[in-house]
């Protein structure tokens, strides 16, 4: 079993390059596939052997959770799957964040960890407990063995190879589950009836007790917990949510979590009723003394059945535990990566994030273990009800989140935050006051409160849990403004979208469509009076006639069906997101088809679409949104070429640049803005650092609109200093960032004064416009104007230089220098670091949105950065974004045009092709060498050890809360597009 384990991980190896196909596999597995795989997900060893341990020592009251499962989510499933599919990347909660903000993200998700890390640790101690019992083997070295094994196969296969297995090891399920109950009731004298009367007399069947009492497990008690339990599965776990995800299609989705409800909860009834059976034979036959419940199946199992039946479910019980966990540590990596790493280290290759994933595996692998052994010493308490304790603790009001945020567009950030944090108060306070600890009867419980200690059941907490965010986070919500929210998160948004016609706008589609409705309705009952064989004949006929392409509809296809139709015909596989194609058709569908050409057939078809397609493999591809910033490193160079023919010295290079900068500054409508603001700079908070001061400043660039940052300057310096801008790109926290704060520290303790401003709807500036007003294409043109006008500004000072200004950012940042750069001459130096590429014109509005890289019938980030010539330059590339080639590509372009003022030594190269995208440690130091140099700044006052990295509130100009934004302010991009018509 564990070599057939090993093999899948082997035989999808070769697919997991990527983090997309490691963690959702998307449209490569059919949707029977993905059910099975939530039914073996679901199972594990908890109900290959916690189920029968409860049928045997209790009643079926624990089954009650399972079976509100598919009461509740028959209900619900049909948009909770496509919600997620349309809002989400990979981590279930991207939602909570989308919705409420990066705290509830933060603790749904941690939330989640430790639910799946005591999961996990019960699987491996039931697994290894039953394999003890059955075959004597060290319990400890079980656990570790199945663990290397499960964490290997989702190291090679990924997602794919976990849900592959999970059909193999349900179907074994299935058959070792119906083969006991078989050879159980035969082994009881009297038979079934037997099992069912005795049970009954000796209460073994029924889920009661069944009075209200929430003090202690009852069968209402298992009702409501069973409701949230089933929503928090299916509508909140990463385990399930990431199964959708790997569907082709929503309908898909869906079909297979359908699937997956009807099957769990048969097999869940199956293998209580063997404890219930068992219970029954053991009366009849006696038990050895001292047994626990939990391994009365497993002797079972040893003693009645031959050797190879038993070899048989051991394999399938070593399955069970392998299903579980395998999609445990899979999406606990996911989990990892999305919502921690990602946040941390934004903006790095999917190489890097494919290994980190891994590690993760293997880490949370070893985490797993580490708990299975330490559940070792859970003593005789039944097992199920661990889980499920365990369950409800750590469930912490996530259902009351998801159930605020689909149903409640009233609830807000503001509300949700609040709730969330009396939550955590009051499960704290129902946890410590109602859990014992010490052995034996000296047992004490860790907070004793005496009457006001929680007496309900434990699984009541994580109910309690759910209704208090529900009921104080809508309650609080009102008490802050209503959001605006995208329909996409709440359900009234998937019930309008799916109330609203489906009609495609110029074609006559519709009115066919409607016309066919009604002569079936007119023609069918008489056909019902004809024979079956006029019927078939007919309505073929009938089918034939509708689905005629002709060019009076343009022979319009859905998209989804053409796409369909190329894999077919030409054997290949296509991946593509969903919404992608989602209501999209193409005219004259069949006539682009090429019959010996799939690569022509499919620019033909996607073209039309705004879609472009990659080659992933042998006869695999990609499809992807049409990039407009994006070519080919090959495209790149052409264009290159194209351009070095335009001009072959100073002078048709010199009107090449007059004509570039002229269509710049149009594009940019920076000829029709308003006079710069006759205000004073804002500036606060003077501190003082070693060799260094900080100040916070805010500057009206534009009347109402302030740009925010932080001047550092020399502490005690005197005469004339550099003055060097640092516009901030797209990093995680922006100017905050602690690279952004070493950096400029040390432009200050050399003996420049160096300001690092915020992106526009970044920092402080989302107190003016939201944060998403950032991917508008004005944002290019406010970040030129704020460049501008800031160094003006900094000119102004008493010891700036006019001779000495530089400007230098990285990412989005190196876009605002090269182009801030080609139309300010004031600019003596610039370093862009990990932006110039032929081929990447960057891929936020924020920096290609406004077209400049249209002027001049086309240009790009080289000859706009050649336009610095013949200036200081130094360009910093790297081995793994698109600076790639630039030593041997980009770098002798502009070599060629300082070549033309012969000024071939002022432009430098330094390129990096270990390192990745980002402003690191020696990309900082090539900065200050290069300023040292040609500055005369002291490079030996570069040491970054003297650098404090103050926290973000520090650096604010307007208040943590922005209490003290200017009352002139602008509050909406509404009123920033009125300044630039």
Request: net charge positive; with cysteine.
């Amino acid at each position: 079993m564990l070599i057939i384990n090993l093999y899948f991980g082997l035989r999808y190896a070769k697919n997991q390059r990527t983090t997309e196909t490691y963690f959702a596999a998307r449209g490569r597995v059919p949707a029977w596939a993905i059910g099975m795989s939530l039914l073996a997900t679901l199972i594990s060893s908890v109900t290959f052997l916690g189920y029968p341990s409860e049928g045997y020592s209790s009643n079926w009251i624990l089954l009650v959770q399972g079976l509100m499962v598919p009461i509740v989510l028959l209900g619900t499933i049909w948009f909770i799957v496509p919600l997620y599919r349309k809002v989400i990347g990979l981590s279930t909660y991207e939602y909570f964040e989308k919705r409420f903000g990066a705290f509830a993200r933060y603790y749904s998700s941690t939330a989640f960890v430790l639910r799946q890390f005591s999961s996990m640790g019960t699987v491996f101690f039931l697994l290894s407990v039953a394999l003890t019992n059955m075959t004597g083997a060290d319990t400890f070295y079980i656990i570790v063995i199945v663990g290397l094994i499960i964490i290997a196969v989702n190291l090679l296969g990924g997602i794919e190879a976990v849900i592959w297995l999970d059909v193999f090891q349900g179907f074994m399920l299935f058959a070792s589950g119906i083969l006991c109950v078989v050879v159980i009731i035969y082994s009881v004298k009297g038979g079934f009836s037997e099992v069912i009367n005795t049970a009954s007399a000796n209460n073994r069947t029924g889920f009661g007790p069944y009075d209200v009492d929430f003090t202690r497990l009852t069968f209402v008690v298992m009702v409501i917990n069973g409701a949230f339990y089933a929503i928090q599965k299916y509508g909140t776990d990463q385990t399930v949510v990431q199964r959708y995800l790997t569907a082709k299609t929503d309908q898909a989705a869906i079909r297979a979590s359908i699937l997956g409800i009807s099957l769990t909860v048969p097999v869940w009834a199956l293998f209580m009723f063997i404890g219930t059976a068992l219970y029954v034979y053991y009366k009849q036959q006696p038990l050895p003394q001292g047994m626990r419940p939990d391994a009365v199946f497993p002797y079972f199992i040893m003693t009645k059945f031959p050797t190879g039946v038993v070899g048989f479910i051991l394999a399938a019980m070593i399955s069970a535990a392998i299903c579980s966990l395998s999609a445990d540590l899979n999406s606990l990596a996911a989990v990892g990566l999305e919502d921690f790493y990602k946040k941390a280290r934004p903006a790095r290759t999917d190489k890097e994030y494919l290994m980190v994933s891994k590690g993760i595996v293997v880490f949370s692998g070893i985490i797993a273990i580490g708990i299975g052994a330490i559940y070792l010493q859970a003593g005789n308490e039944g097992v199920l009800g661990i889980v499920f304790t365990l369950y409800a603790i750590f469930s912490g009001g996530i259902v009351g989140i998801f159930l605020l945020g689909i149903f409640s567009a009233r609830a807000n950030k503001q509300g949700v935050n609040i709730a969330i944090v009396v939550c955590i108060v009051f499960t704290a306070y129902a946890f410590l006051t109602s859990t014992q600890i010490g052995y034996g009867d000296n047992k004490k419980l860790l907070l004793d409160l005496g009457d006001y200690n929680f007496t309900h059941h434990k699984l009541m907490l994580g109910v309690y849990s759910h209704l208090v965010v529900i009921g104080v986070g809508y309650v609080a919500s009102l008490f802050f403004p209503k959001p605006k929210l995208d329909t996409n998160l709440l359900y009234s948004g998937w019930r309008n979208a799916s109330k609203a016609p489906s009609t495609i706008e110029g074609s006559s589609l519709t009115a066919r469509n409607e016309d066919t409705r009604r002569l079936e309705a007119s023609v069918v009952p008489s056909l019902q009076k004809l024979g079956k064989a006029t019927v078939v004949f007919l309505l073929l006929g009938f089918s034939l006639n509708v689905a005629a392409q002709t060019a009076d509809n343009q022979f319009k296809k859905p998209l989804n069906e053409i796409i369909s139709e190329i894999e077919t015909r030409y054997s290949v596989k296509i991946r593509y997101p969903q919404e992608l194609v989602k209501d999209k058709y193409v005219t004259y569908a069949d006539w682009r088809f090429r019959p010996a050409d799939v690569e022509k057939t499919m620019t033909n078809i996607l073209a039309s679409q705004d879609i472009t397609f990659a080659k992933e493999g042998d006869k695999k591809y990609k499809l992807q949104a049409f990039q407009y910033h994006l070519k080919t490193p090959e495209e790149g160079q052409q264009q290159l070429d194209y351009l070095a023919s335009l001009y072959t010295d100073i002078a048709s290079w010199e009107k090449r640049k007059s004509e570039l900068r002229a269509c710049m500054w149009e594009a940019l409508k920076l000829s029709h803005l308003p006079a710069r603001p006759t205000s004073q700079p804002i500036i606060t908070n003077k501190r003082t650092y070693d060799g260094y001061t900080v100040e916070n400043v805010a500057i009206e660039t534009l009347p109402g609109l302030y740009v925010t940052g932080s001047l550092y300057k020399p502490l005690n310096a005197k005469g004339l200093m550099p003055v060097i801008l640092n516009p901030d790109g797209h990093f995680g926290d922006g100017r905050y960032r602690a690279d952004c704060q070493y950096r400029c520290a040390m432009q200050a303790r050399m003996g420049a004064m160096a300001f690092s401003y915020d992106l526009f709807a970044w920092g402080e500036s989302a107190l003016q416009v939201k944060p998403e007003d950032h991917r508008r294409s004005l944002a290019q043109t406010i970040q030129v104007v704020n460049g501008m006008r800031s160094l003006d500004w900094l000119l102004t000072l008493k010891n700036a230089d006019p001779k000495r200004v530089a400007i230098s950012g990285g990412s989005g940042g190196g876009s605002q220098t090269m182009l801030l750069t080609a139309l300010d001459d004031r600019i003596i130096l610039s370093v862009p670091v990990v932006m110039l590429s032929s081929y990447h014109s960057g891929g936020c509005p924020c920096e290609s949105g406004m077209g400049v890289h249209l002027c001049g019938s086309g240009t790009n980030n080289v000859e706009i950065a050649a336009m610095a010539a013949p200036r200081l330059q130094l360009a910093i590339s790297d081995g793994k974004d698109w600076t790639q080639h630039v030593p041997e590509t980009e770098f002798p372009f502009l070599q060629r045009i300082y070549g033309f003022y012969g000024k071939t030594d002022v432009v430098k190269n330094v390129h990096l092709p270990q390192e990745g995208h980002d402003y690191g440690i020696s990309k900082r130091l090539a900065l200050y060498d290069f300023l040292a140099q040609n500055f005369a700044l002291d490079l030996k006052k570069a040491d970054e050890s003297k650098c404090t990295i103050e926290q973000n509130p520090a650096m604010y100009v307007f208040g943590e809360k922005g209490e003290n934004l200017p009352a002139n302010a602008i509050r909406r991009f509404e009123d920033v597009e009125k300044l630039v018509q």
